[in-house]
């Protein structure tokens, strides 16, 4: 492929890396990110590459499957990885962010690219011309979705599945009725928090 424009639909983890490979590689890239704009229920900030679930990115043991693979992107001079080591925090084993740091340094080394534009807008259809990338995961507008369900044949859903348990705030909920599982595996009266 030579060298030209490549329009990415999402600013999450897929859409900030494959812009950055492109950038890299010669060619100009125009990211659309529907954020200020229009939030997903899961997003906060208005900052590219926000971490909507853990802040762990999983183990960095080499001799890991999530270890080998962040030591492949690595080597491949990943943004994503590189901004990872810069705002890791204590983890143990695992590669853990701060979340606001880690989203903050992939959107300022991206701004800083010649032949990068960030677009603030939400794609709602794919346009027929030129080459997009469609790296907006499980946290698809629902605009976007139903176009890409239409395009494939009228699909009635499109599924994601994630095995991250998502965070909970802690203010959030009512510790009257909490059940905390006993250290020995079942839980006991004395288990209900109060």
């Not at 229009?38 to 043991?61: I, M």
């Not at 143990?92 to 606001?100: F, M, Q, Y």
Request: a neutral charge; aromatic letters at 6%; glycine letters at 8%.
């Amino acid at each position: 492929m030579k060298s030209g424009r490549v329009m990415i639909i999402g600013g999450g983890l897929a859409g900030c890396e494959a812009a950055w490979q492109l950038l890299r590689r010669g060619h100009r890239v125009d990211l659309y990110e529907m954020k200020p704009r229009r939030f997903s229920p899961a997003h906060k900030t208005e900052r590219l590459a926000e971490l909507v679930c853990s802040n762990s990115l999983k183990s960095n043991q080499p001799d890991s499957a999530p270890g080998l693979l962040k030591e492949e992107m690595r080597r491949l001079n990943s943004l994503i990885l590189a901004a990872a080591d810069q705002t890791a925090v204590a983890a143990g084993s695992a590669l853990a962010v701060d979340r606001n740091k880690f989203s903050l340094r992939v959107e300022e080394q991206l701004l800083a690219q010649e032949g990068f534009s960030l677009h603030r807008a939400e794609v709602t259809d794919i346009p027929q011309d030129g080459l997009t990338i469609i790296a907006t995961g499980p946290l698809t507008s629902d605009a976007l979705a139903h176009y890409i369900s239409r395009m494939l044949g009228g699909t009635s859903y499109l599924y994601f599945y994630d095995a991250i348990a998502p965070i909970v705030e802690g203010e959030t909920l009512d510790r009257t009725r909490l059940f905390r599982a006993s250290r020995y595996g079942k839980g006991s009266g004395e288990d209900y928090l109060n």
